[in-house]
């Protein structure tokens, strides 16, 4: 058997019936519903600035050759954008991740390893 092979599920000692309760738990739905409140339109509009670009570059010639500074032109600053944007994407996630998600997420983990340590302590006897 390999090392990856955990005949007892996830090989945490949590059951599928303790999983299933927090998927279906009011906090774990919280959670989703934050994360999707933001990737989803952070994602649409970062895709369709990317769109606008790469439909300037195609379509727009005469307007991404628009010198600026030196050789320095138009498309070459929207290019260059595109990372600047990525990164403050990332930035803006991990601030809203810290402030909204974390918090529910330790609050799931807490919650299932309690069961968990009750479930344990339980058989024990």
Known sequence: MSTTD???GSGSGIDAETWASAQSSPEFKTLRRRLRSFVFPVSALFLA??????LLADYAHGFMSIKLIGNINVGLVLGLLQFVSTFVITTLYVRYANRQLD???E????SVESN??????????
């Open 116 to 125: 968990v340590d009750s479930g344990a302590e339980g058989g024990k006897s």
């Open 6 to 8: 955990h005949p007892s």
């Open 49 to 54: 600035w990317y769109l606008v670009y790469v």
């Open 107 to 110: 609050e799931i983990r807490n």
């Open 103 to 105: 918090p529910v997420s």
